[in-house]
């Protein structure tokens, strides 16, 4: 099994541009998470999805959008990328409630 | 909205001394979950604890979840080089029939040889 993989591992953007963060998981978890990790500030929860077909807003959602596509996948969108996006992205999947969350390997995203 | 606070965030130790880390939370917890993360990589899942005043053990690595399930810490005994990471707790709450797992900022710990 595969766990969670994320795609890309490294992106570069200029200011403005659009990308998508994919992630897919081979576990059949109901939860699925966005995170961004920044020095000093821990994990940041960006959106969730508890069960496929629901989203929900995080602690900083702002800049992003995302869509649960099906059980497995959860997208994560910048549409205008900022250099305050700058960060290491984390998606991570869960199985109902209470569950272990079990991370994907991270995105590194640099804004410029 | 619900906050996990850890402290301190950093704590650097000489190796094969003993330390513990705090991890409190603004409002009551289902459970909390503590994760490790080695320089570079991922979170990794390390124990959830649940019910009230519960406390696990893994080898050197003593968990406990407070009475009131609103805070917890991590003891760990003889620390090791390996034991370098950054420690999060993460608190867990079912609200509004939904799960969240909302994550402190993390405990860096160094480990002098």
């Known amino acids: 099994n595969a766990g969670v993989t994320q795609t890309p591992k490294f992106q570069v953007l200029k200011t403005g541009q659009s990308m998508t963060l994919q992630c897919a998981q081979d576990?059949?978890?109901?939860?699925m998470y966005w995170y961004r990790q920044d020095p000093g500030m821990g994990l940041r929860l960006i959106y969730y999805?508890?069960?496929?077909?629901?989203?929900d807003k995080g602690e900083v959602p702002n800049g992003y959008n995302v869509s649960r596509l099906n059980k497995r996948e959860f997208s994560l969108r910048l549409e205008s990328a900022a250099p305050s996006q700058t960060s290491v992205y984390f998606c991570?999947?869960?199985?109902?409630?209470?569950?272990?969350?079990?991370f994907g390997q991270g995105t590194r995203l640099t804004v410029v | 909205g619900q906050q996990v606070m850890q402290i301190p965030q950093y704590q650097h130790v000489q190796e094969g001394e003993d330390f513990t880390t705090y991890c409190n939370s603004s409002t009551t917890l289902s459970n909390i979950q503590w994760y490790k993360q080695r320089p570079g990589g991922h979170p990794v899942f390390l124990i959830q604890l649940v019910k009230s005043g519960e406390v696990k053990k893994q080898k050197r690595l003593t968990f406990q979840f407070g009475e009131a399930k609103k805070n917890s810490s991590l003891h760990i005994t003889a620390t090791q080089t390996t034991d370098v990471g950054t420690y999060f707790c993460?608190?867990?709450?079912?609200?509004?029939?939904?799960?969240?797992?909302?994550f402190g900022k993390g405990m860096k710990l160094t480990v002098n040889p």
């Open positions: 993460a608190g867990n709450s079912f609200q509004g029939g939904s799960e969240k797992l909302v």
């Open positions: 991570a999947s869960s199985d109902g409630w209470p569950g272990e969350a079990f």
């Open positions: 576990m059949n978890h109901n939860s």
């Open positions: 999805s508890a069960s496929e077909g629901t989203t």
